[in-house]
């Protein structure tokens, strides 16, 4: 466990500032799973 909290310090320095910002990282995987369910409820026109 502490390798992998050591890498993950790692990555975040070696990006510094340019590291995305979490909240729209959650916001955008949202989205895309509502868009996922939206299809997938359009396309299930049978139950």
Known sequence: MEQAVSMLQL???EHGEHAVNPFATGIGA???LLLALWIT???????
Request: hydrophobic share 55%.
């Open 30 to 32: 949202f989205a895309l």
């Open 11 to 13: 990555l975040a320095a």
């Open 41 to 47: 409820t359009r396309l299930n026109r049978d139950r």
